[in-house]
């Protein structure tokens, strides 16, 4: 990682992450090495020792600069139906839409935590899940999110005609019925142990009913959605850059302004 200010630049491949699990070894105490070898070694155990002092980094986070990734997935769907990139699609799209719930962002536990909505009641032995739409949480084009853009983002989540790739992660999905504009009631067959889990999942994201539909496949481009970030550059085959979404719905955040992938699909590059 390189530190300047304002910006941070992070690249993670196959070879740096080997060599600092070598040094992190070091040889055997009964070896004999080189020249060459003990050159290698050195630089090693440097990029060892620098890794783990950035790791250790402390202060309280401040508002600003930019994070660019150098990323081995390339970007190649915005549309959480469609996802041929795999985890380089998923890591996107969960920048820009996010759903009812989702797993915690502070690491500390492993649990499900509010996002869209900010509570809910499970009822019915399992099989009813209550989803209060926190008030003023809108989408970055300040459009409100409604129960009305839940039931129809859930409902595309579910059927496998509309959703090729993420519709098993629905399992026991039944309906979604709107109760009011901030109230949703999420109706299973069966109860599933692990459902709030397939709710934080990229598939089950919540945008725009209106606009979707309106613009087809055309939306998918230039999506809207009410996660932390917004679409600001997508150069196929190269990077995509997202802006700060000025609407977010937690106070101060995002911290930083932009985030790029670059897309580094050869470890050797």
């Known amino acids: 990682m390189k530190n300047r200010p304002g910006q941070a630049t992070v690249v993670l491949t196959a070879a740096a992450l080997a060599s600092g ?29 620098t890794a783990t002092t950035s790791t250790a980094c402390s202060g309280t986070p401040t508002s600003g600069g930019t994070l660019t990734f150098a990323v081995e997935n390339q970007t190649l769907s915005l549309d959480p139906y469609n996802t041929p990139g795999g985890f380089g699609d998923g890591e996107a799209q969960s920048l820009i839409y996010q ?33 209060h739409i926190r008030n003023g949480v809108t989408f970055s084009n300040g459009q409100p999110v409604t129960g009305a853009d839940v039931k129809n983002a859930l409902d595309t989540w579910a059927n496998p005609t509309l959703d090729q790739y993420a519709s098993s992660f629905s399992q026991g999905y039944k309906s979604t019925t709107v109760l009011n504009a901030h109230e949703v009631r999420v109706n299973l067959s069966q109860p599933v142990n692990g459902f709030l889990y397939y709710l934080a999942m990229p598939p089950a994201e919540i945008y725009p009913a209106n606009l979707a539909r309106s613009q087809g496949q055309a939306f998918w481009s230039n999506p809207v959605g009410s996660g932390p970030f917004v679409l600001k550059a997508w150069a196929k085959g190269s990077s995509i850059t997202f802006a700060k979404n000025p609407r977010y719905w937690q106070a101060g955040h995002p911290l930083l302004n932009t985030v790029t992938f670059n897309f580094v699909t050869d470890d050797n590059t």
């Open 99 to 131: 759903g009812l719930v989702r797993l915690d962002p502070t690491g500390h536990s492993l649990g499900v935590v509010p996002a869209i909505a900010d509570k809910w009641t499970i009822s019915n032995g399992g099989r009813s899940y209550t989803f």
């Open 21 to 49: 699990l070598l040094a992190t070894a070091g040889p055997p105490a009964s070896a004999t090495v080189g020249t060459a070898a003990s050159q290698r070694l050195a630089a090693e155990q440097t990029l060892a020792a």
